[in-house]
């Protein structure tokens, strides 16, 4: 077979996603509260490789807001009693995607239910399956830090572990990346580690770039913007003076 053929073929093999491994997702446990708190949905037990997230609100008695749909862990605030249905569609690096529908029962008809049955939680004095009370539930404080790394002027290291939440809960963290020197291409997706406390990102252009970091222990979040940082590249084609 000629050599430019074996390349094609070698190539058109490695793009094809593996057969009998597609994702599946899984929406959780339906949640009960009232109106005006937060509800939680968690989606982490869906399966699959590099997953991306996309929670919807199919249907409900009023609008509702809905806070980090593209995350497996998405809050619902309902205004209004009824039952809200959410659905979450999982997709893998190869694009295979899945969906999963799970509810909230909102007010008199959470009560009809059976509230604080179904094992999911709602925060503003509700409570989930153990009957365990959240009683008022505190915002966390975000605290972030950036340091160029050392040995390269276009890295830099982003440090949100001084973030911390006044009910020892554990948090979840999100950093963005807000502004970028003109000519740059990179977005949040290129910062290495963007949901957990220690991250990292490499400039494409020499400049100003500005960082974001919010951290939520659930239900409450909080957010930081650092300073500018500049990062800049060596120019190998420069003149030595």
């Known amino acids: 077979m000629p050599r430019a053929l074996v390349l094609l073929s070698l190539l058109t093999f490695t793009a094809c996603a593996?057969?009998?491994?597609?994702?599946?997702?899984?929406?959780?446990?339906?949640?009960?509260?009232n109106p005006g708190e937060v509800f939680f949905f968690d989606a982490s037990a869906s399966t699959g490789?590099?997953?991306?997230?996309?929670?919807?609100l199919l249907d409900g008695p009023a609008d509702a807001e809905l806070l980090d749909a593209d995350t497996d862990?998405?809050?619902?605030?309902?205004?209004?009693?009824?039952?809200?249905?959410?659905?979450?569609?999982?997709?893998?690096?190869?694009?295979?995607?899945?969906?999963?529908?799970?509810?909230?029962?909102v007010g008199e008809v959470a009560q009809r239910a059976g509230?604080?049955?179904?094992?999911?939680?709602?925060?503003?004095?509700?409570?989930?399956?153990?009957?365990?009370?959240?009683?008022?539930?505190?915002?966390?404080?975000?605290?972030?830090?950036?340091?160029?790394?050392?040995?390269?002027?276009?890295s830099?290291?982003?440090?949100?572990?001084?973030?911390?939440?006044?009910?020892?809960?554990?948090?979840?963290?999100?950093?963005e990346l807000v502004s970028r020197p003109t000519?740059?291409?990179?977005?949040?997706?290129?910062?290495?580690?963007?949901?957990?406390?220690?991250?990292?990102f490499t400039a494409d252009v020499s400049g100003p770039y500005v960082f974001k970091l919010t951290v939520r222990d659930g239900a409450l979040g909080d957010s930081v913007t650092l300073p500018a940082i500049t990062l800049g590249l060596i120019d190998y084609d420069d003149p030595i003076d």
Do not use: H, M
């Open 156 to 175: 830099v290291k982003l440090d949100g572990s001084a973030s911390s939440d006044p009910d020892g809960d554990a948090l979840r963290y999100r950093w």
């Open 73 to 105: 862990a998405a809050l619902l605030v309902p205004s209004a009693e009824g039952e809200y249905r959410l659905a979450v569609e999982v997709c893998d690096r190869w694009g295979r995607c899945d969906v999963a529908e799970t509810v909230a029962l």
């Open 183 to 200: 000519g740059s291409v990179l977005d949040d997706a290129d910062i290495s580690g963007g949901t957990t406390a220690t991250a990292s």
């Open 18 to 33: 593996p057969a009998g491994l597609a994702p599946t997702a899984d929406a959780g446990a339906q949640v009960t509260g």
């Open 49 to 56: 490789e590099g997953l991306r997230y996309a929670w919807t």
């Open 115 to 154: 509230a604080g049955s179904f094992g999911a939680v709602s925060f503003g004095g509700a409570s989930f399956a153990a009957k365990k009370p959240w009683g008022k539930n505190q915002a966390p404080e975000a605290e972030a830090t950036s340091r160029r790394s050392l040995g390269s002027l276009g």
